[in-house]
C-alpha cells in the first residue's frame, strides 16, 4: 500500500509529508521510502498558531479558523506529496495534524502525568477532499481513552524498527519536545529539545528569527550554571515514566520566567544554557534506561551545537543518525505516521501499553472516507478486508512477532 504521512511536531514550523510503499507479509513489514517534502506554514497562519497556543487565551472561533487553516495547508502538502512522490497512485493519506493542546495533570497513580485529553487540528475533510483518498486522523485519543498518555507514538514503530539490534539501541526523536524509546518498551518525554531554545532565540532577536540557525548563537555563549542548576530543578524531569509533556509547561514564557533570576545575562549565555539543559536532560534519560547507543532524528539533529553537546553528555554511549538505519532524520515522524495509518486499515494497533501506559493496545484514529469510500487494505488484507494478523485476535500480536524493515 503507498501512503503519505503528515506531520506538524511541536515547533510548528512546517508541514512534512513522507510517502512510502508499505507491505506486511507474515512476521515482516517492510517499508520503502520514497522521499519527503516539507513546507512552511504561512507567516500568518504561523502566527495566529502562535497566539493561539497556551498558555495565552483563545476563542471556540479562532479554534475553528485554525482547524479549517491547518486542514488546508495539510491538504495541498498531500495533494503536493502524491503527485512529486507517488506518481498519483497514493491510497492512503496518514494525517497527524497540529498538536495545540495537550491535557497532562498532576500525577498518575505512583507517578507520571495522567492525560486526560489531546488535542490536533488540522480538519481531515479538507485532505480527503483535496486528494480524493481516505484519511486516517485523529490518533493519539483513543490511546488516553484507554488510559494511556497518547503519547509517544511513534514508540510502536521504533520497537518494530529496533528488534533484533544488539544491547539496548534507544530511538531519540528531537522535535519541540524530545522523546525516547527503549526495547523493553519504555517510552517518555524527556522534556524540551528545541522549544525552549526556540523561545529565546525569538525574544533575543525581536522575532527575526524563530530558531537558532546552525547552533551558531549557542556556540557563542558560555553555559551558566546557576541558570542551568535553576531549570533543571524542573520536578517534570524526576516523574518516572510513562510521562508526556508539551508546550502547555514548556512555552515561551518558561525561560523567560527563569531568567527573571538572573538579569543581565548575554543571549549567547542563555542559549548555551538552554541547549545543554536539553542535552543533559536526554542523556540522563537515556542512562536511565541504560542505553549503549542513541539513534537521534528530529529537526534537532541538525543543530550541530545541540549535538556536540549530547555527544558529550552521554560520554561512551555511542550518538547516532537514524539515517543509518534507513530513516532519514528530518522524516522519520512523518513515516512513523504513515506506518501507524497502515496499521489502522488493517485493523491492526498502534499502541503498545508498556510504551503509553494505557490499559491495552488500540486500533488508533478516525477514518474519513475518501472519493471512493473506505480504504481497502488490497493484498494484504483476507477476507473480510482484514489482515492475517488481525484475523489472529491477538491485540499485542503487532509488537510480538513483527519488525520494521527498511527497503
Known amino acids: ?33 520514497l522521499g519527503l517534502i516539507s513546507r512552511a506554514y504561512d507567516d500568518g497562519l504561523r502566527e495566529a498558531l502562535r497566539l493561539a497556543l497556551p498558555p495565552a487565551p483563545t476563542t471556540v472561533a479562532e479554534v475553528c479558523r ?24 497514493a491510497e492512503l493519506v496518514a494525517s497527524h495534524g497540529q498538536t495545540v493542546f495537550h491535557w497532562a495533570e498532576g500525577t498518575k497513580k505512583a507517578g507520571g502525568t495522567e492525560v486526560l485529553g489531546t488535542l490536533q487540528l488540522g480538519q481531515p475533510a ?37 528488534r533484533g539490534r544488539p544491547g539496548t539501541p534507544v530511538a531519540l526523536n528531537l522535535g519541540g519536545i524530545a ?49 542551568l542548576r535553576r531549570l533543571l530543578a524542573e520536578p517534570y524531569y524526576a516523574l518516572p515514566a510513562p510521562k508526556t509533556t508539551g508546550k502547555e509547561l514548556f512555552h515561551d514564557g518558561y525561560p523567560r520566567a527563569a531568567l527573571a533570576e538572573f538579569p ?11 541547549t545543554l539543559l536539553t542535552a543533559r536532560t536526554v542523556a540522563d534519560a537515556s542512562r536511565a534506561v541504560r542505553a549503549t547507543e ?27 543518525m537514524s539515517d543509518e538505519w534507513g530513516l532519514p532524520a528530518d522524516a522519520k515522524e512523518a513515516y512513523a505516521f504513515a506506518v501507524l495509518g497502515f496499521l489502522t486499515v488493517h485493523d491492526l494497533p498502534g499502541t503498545d501499553p ?23 487494505p488490497g493484498r494484504d488484507a483476507g477476507p473480510g478486508g482484514r489482515s492475517p494478523l488481525a484475523r489472529s485476535g491477538a491485540a499485542s500480536a503487532v509488537r510480538a512477532p513483527v519488525r520494521l524493515v527498511i527497503r
Open 1 to 33: 500500500m503507498r501512503v503519505i504521512g503528515l506531520m506538524s511536531g511541536t515547533s510548528y514550523d512546517a508541514v512534512d509529508a513522507a510517502a512510502a510503499d508499505l507491505d506486511l507479509d507474515g512476521d515482516t513489514l517492510t517499508l520503502r521510502p
Open 66 to 89: 485554525l482547524d479549517t487553516r491547518i486542514g488546508q495547508a495539510f491538504a495541498a502538502l498531500a495533494v503536493e506529496a502524491d503527485r512529486e512522490l507517488c506518481g498519483g497512485r
Open 126 to 162: 479538507w485532505i480527503a477532499e483535496a486528494t480524493g483518498l481516505p484519511v486516517v486522523a485523529d490518533f493519539r485519543p483513543r490511546d488516553i481513552a484507554a488510559g494511556g498518555q497518547g503519547a509517544p507514538l511513534v514508540s510502536l514503530v521504533d520497537l518494530l524498527w529496533l
Open 179 to 227: 522523546n525516547l524509546t527503549a526495547p523493553d518498551g519504555t517510552a517518555f518525554d524527556t522534556g524540551p529539545a528545541n522549544a525552549l531554545i526556540d523561545a529565546a532565540v525569538r525574544d533575543a532577536t525581536g522575532g527575526r528569527l524563530s530558531y537558532d540557525v546552525d547552533g551558531a548563537l549557542a556556540a557563542r555563549g558560555t553555559v551558566h550554571e546557576p541558570l
Open 264 to 274: 543581565g545575562l548575554r543571549p549567547a549565555d542563555v542559549l548555551a544554557t538552554l
Open 294 to 320: 542513541v539513534i537521534a532524528a528530529g529537526g534537532g539533529t541538525r543543530n550541530p551545537t545541540l549535538m556536540r553537546m549530547l555527544g558529550a553528555e552521554l560520554a561512551d554511549v555511542p550518538l547516532r
Open 354 to 376: 508498556s510504551s503509553t501506559g494505557a490499559r491495552h493496545a488500540s486500533v488508533l484514529g478516525s477514518v474519513t472516507p475518501g472519493r471512493r469510500g473506505l480504504p481497502r
